[in-house]
C-alpha cells in the first residue's frame, strides 16, 4: 500500500499523511524536509543554494538522521528549501531515498509535491490536497502564534505565494496534481473533518483497485 499526497505550503498534507499513515499503520516520509535539509546544509558549509553542485553533494548525503532537527520546520527554511528543489540533479539524488522509502514492507504515506507525478506514478492511492492562499496563511499564523514568534500572517501569505509560484513554475517535477490523482478541498474543514474526508476517498480509491 502506498499513499501519495501531494499539495502546496500548508494545505494541511502533512498533518493528513502523519494521520493516515497512524490509521493504516503504514510508515510515513514528509519529503519537503529532504528539500529543507539540502538547503540547511548548504548553508552551513558557507555555499550559495542556487550552487548546482553544492547542493548536489549536499542532496547526496542525506539520511534518515538528518531530517531530526526542529530548525528545518520555520519559514526561511522552506524558503531556501524551494531555490535548491528547482535544481533537475537535486531532485535526482533524492529520487532513490524516497523510492526506496515507499517500497519497504508494509507499505508507507508520503507527502511533497511531486509523489503522486514522479517518486511514485503508480500509487494506488493519491490526494492533491488544497486550500485558500488566506485559509494556509491563517493555519500557519496560528502554528507561529502559539509558539510565540513574532512572523506576522501578511509575512507568512507572501512567503505561501512565493514559494508556490516558485514551486509551480520550475521545469524539474512542478507541482501539479497527477491526472489520477483525486482533488482535497479544506479551506472549509478542520483537521478531522480533512481526515474522515481522505479516509472516504482513500475506501473509493481501493474499491476501484
Ligand atoms: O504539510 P503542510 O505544509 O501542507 O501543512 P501542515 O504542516 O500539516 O500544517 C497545517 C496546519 O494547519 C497544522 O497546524 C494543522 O493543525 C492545521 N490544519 C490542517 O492541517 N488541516 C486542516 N484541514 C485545517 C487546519
Ligand atoms: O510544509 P510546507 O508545504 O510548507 O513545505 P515542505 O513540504 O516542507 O516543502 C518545502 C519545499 O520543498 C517546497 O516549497 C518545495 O519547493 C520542496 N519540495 C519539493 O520540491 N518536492 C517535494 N516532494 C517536497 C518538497
Not at 503504514?26 to 540547511?40: H, I, K, P, Q, S
Not at 507572501?158 to 508556490?164: E, F, L
Not at 472549509?188 to 482513500?202: G, M, S, T, V
Request: negative net charge.
Amino acid at each position: 500500500m502506498i499513499i501519495a499526497i501531494d499539495g502546496p505550503a500548508a494545505s494541511g498534507k502533512g498533518t493528513l499523511a502523519k494521520r493516515i499513515a497512524a490509521h493504516f499503520g503504514l510508515a510515513w516520509l514528509d519529503t519537503g524536509l529532504l528539500y529543507r535539509a539540502v538547503a540547511r546544509d548548504v548553508l552551513a558549509a558557507g555555499g550559495d543554494l542556487e550552487d548546482v553542485q553544492a547542493a548536489t553533494a549536499a542532496a547526496k548525503s542525506v539520511n534518515a538522521d538528518s531530517l531530526d532537527d526542529s530548525a528545518l520546520r520555520g519559514p526561511r527554511a522552506g524558503d531556501a528549501a524551494s531555490i535548491v528543489a528547482k535544481i533537475p540533479e537535486v531532485r535526482a539524488a533524492l529520487l532513490e531515498y524516497q523510492r526506496a522509502f515507499a517500497r519497504q514492507a508494509g507499505g508507507a504515506v508520503l507527502d511533497g509535491r511531486d509523489i503522486g507525478t514522479v517518486v511514485c506514478p503508480d500509487a494506488p492511492v493519491k490526494i492533491f490536497v488544497t486550500a485558500s492562499d488566506e485559509a494556509r496563511a491563517m493555519r500557519r499564523f496560528l502554528e507561529h502564534q502559539s509558539r510565540g514568534d513574532s512572523i506576522t500572517y501578511d509575512e507568512l501569505l507572501a512567503d505561501i505565494r512565493k514559494r508556490d509560484a516558485r514551486d509551480r513554475g520550475r521545469s524539474a517535477a512542478p507541482m501539479h496534481a497527477a491526472d489520477d490523482a483525486v482533488h482535497l478541498d479544506t479551506t472549509a474543514l478542520d483537521a478531522d473533518q480533512a481526515f474522515a474526508a481522505a479516509l472516504r476517498l482513500i475506501e473509493l480509491a481501493s474499491n476501484k483497485c
